[in-house]
């Protein structure tokens, strides 16, 4: 069973930058495409970016120019660089892959933006 760590979350003022990790228990992350979600306050989880197996990225438009997501196959993990940071980023974060499992689902972590 694949077990999803997240990491990197925390309080941080508008226009900070942040991290996140996603680390993989198994190989297998190499075969998939994968997404990093975010769940808001009072909101539904969404797919804010996501990455091919060879690479290929993808941003939800409101973090187009903001966000950077990456891979390491090597070390079967992902990363969101997350600049110019704003209240509405605020969020829980959840890696996964795209389309989603529901049984790779971790406990994700949680980005507050605010001054």
């Known amino acids: 069973q694949v077990q999803l760590v997240e990491s990197g979350g925390a309080l941080v003022q508008p226009g900070g930058s942040l991290r996140l990790s996603c680390a993989a228990s198994?190989?297998?992350?190499?075969?998939?495409?994968w997404g990093w979600y975010r769940q808001g306050p009072g909101n539904q989880r969404t797919l804010v970016a996501h990455?091919?197996?060879?690479?290929?990225?993808n941003y939800k438009d409101s973090v187009k120019g903001r966000f950077t997501i990456s891979r390491d196959n090597a070390k079967n993990t992902v990363y969101l660089q997350m600049d110019s940071l704003k209240s509405e980023d605020t969020a829980i974060y959840y890696c996964?892959?795209?389309?989603?499992?529901?049984?790779?689902w971790g406990q994700g972590t949680q980005v507050t933006v605010s001054s």
């Open positions: 996964n892959t795209v389309p989603v499992n529901a049984n790779f």
């Open positions: 990455v091919t197996y060879s690479g290929n990225t």
């Open positions: 198994e190989s297998i992350f190499r075969r998939f495409t």
